[in-house]
């Protein structure tokens, strides 16, 4: 059964710094690409970043040079350190395959910058 658990987010001012956590099944994890996604207050889900099983990474263009993500294979976990945040990265925050390859979500973390 699939099962994703995001961790991490909370409350920031801008230019702060949160790291994510997601911890994901082992199944899933180990055969396929990871990806974070955020979906904003009356807005679609977007893509964040991505990460390949051999490490290769992929960035939106907005937090690119902010955003980190990583994976620990050992772990089967993925992470997104997040540095100076900025208000418009306010939103839920969820870890998922890339690219997807069900309609399953789990309940994400909320990320909240104040300006």
């Known amino acids: 059964q699939v099962q994703l658990v995001e961790s991490g987010g909370g409350l920031v001012q801008a230019g702060g710094s949160l790291r994510l956590s997601c911890a994901a099944s082992?199944?899933?994890?180990?055969?396929?690409?990871m990806g974070w996604y955020r979906q904003a207050p009356g807005k679609q889900r977007e893509f964040v970043a991505s990460?390949?099983?051999?490490?290769?990474?992929f960035y939106a263009d907005s937090p690119k040079g902010r955003f980190t993500i990583s994976r620990d294979n050992a772990k089967n976990t993925v992470y997104l350190q997040m540095n100076n945040l900025k208000p418009e990265d306010t939103a839920v925050y969820y870890c998922?395959?890339?690219?997807?390859?069900?309609?399953?979500w789990g309940q994400g973390t909320q990320v909240t910058v104040s300006s």
């Open positions: 998922n395959t890339q690219p997807l390859l069900s309609s399953y």
């Open positions: 082992g199944s899933i994890f180990s055969l396929n690409a």
């Open positions: 990460i390949t099983t051999s490490g290769t990474t």
